[in-house]
T-cell receptor, first 114, second 111 residues
Framework: KAGVTQTPRYLIKTRGQQVTLSCSPI?????VSWYQQTPGQGLQFLFE???????NKGNFPGRFSGRQFSNSRSEMNVSTLELGDSALYLC?????????????FGQGTRLTVV | EDQVTQSPEALRLQEGESSSLNCSYT??????LFWYRQDPGKGPEFLFT???AGEEKEKERLKATLTKKESFLHITAPKPEDSATYLC????????????FGTGTSLTVIP
């Protein structure tokens, strides 16, 4: 059974640019959540998508956005990059319904903003 | 305010020396408590989910327990390959699938 796939694994971008990260969840999983991980703040929730709809959103500025496609694959976009956006971005895949609450994470995308 | 606190921040053990990691939580309406293991540069790896006080789960050298205010991850006779950061997270009823993570315990097991 394939796991959660995130691409690319590493990115270097310049301040002011925009970036798009991709996440392919486990087959059959309809919920995809995104998290930002930094040494100072730990793991912080960005947003969750379920069946192509944003179901929940964390406390991040509007520069952070996402979407989900009909095959459950998800992308997140960060516009007007700032140095502080450098982080490991993780996506978590889960069934998203009923009592099935376990979530499985991808390996992450390491974004460096210079 | 919903809060998850892990202690200690770092723990060094000799191989075979058992110990426990703590995760205390203050939330309204616990949906589930989760333990993950994270190796450097990798995503968190799912270990356990606990839903109600008194519940226990085991996997190899690890055992997780849950009370109404905290969870413990007991590590019995650890090996060097158990070295990692252990993360505790909760989900609450109000926000569904959203995880609230603690800051983790960095475990080093010395041969």
């Amino acid at each position: 059974k394939a796991g959660v796939t995130q691409t690319p694994r590493y990115l270097i971008k310049t301040r002011g640019q925009q970036v798009t990260l991709s996440c392919s969840p486990i087959s059959g999983h309809r919920s995809v959540s995104w998290y930002q991980q930094t040494p100072g703040q730990g793991l912080q929730f960005l947003f969750e998508y379920f069946s192509e709809t944003q179901r929940n959103k964390g406390n991040f500025p509007g520069r952070f956005s996402g979407r989900q496609f009909s095959n459950s694959r998800s992308e997140m976009n960060v516009s007007t990059l700032e140095l502080g956006d450098s982080a490991l971005y993780l996506c978590a895949s889960s069934l998203g319904t009923g009592g099935h609450t376990e979530a499985f994470f991808g390996q992450g995308t390491r974004l460096t903003v210079v | 305010e919903d809060q998850v606190t892990q202690s200690p921040e770092a723990l060094r053990l000799q191989e075979g020396e058992s110990s426990s990691l703590n995760c205390s939580y203050t939330v309204s309406g616990l949906r589930g408590l989760f333990w993950y293991r994270q190796d450097p540069g990798k995503g968190p790896e799912f270990l356990f989910t606990l839903y109600s006080a008194g519940e226990e789960k085991e996997k190899e050298r690890l055992k997780a327990t849950l009370t109404k205010k905290e969870s413990f991850l007991h590590i019995t006779a650890p090996k060097p390959e158990d070295s990692a950061t252990y993360l505790c997270a909760v989900q609450i009823l109000r926000t569904g699938n959203q995880f609230y993570f603690g800051t983790g315990t960095s475990l080093t097991v010395i041969p």
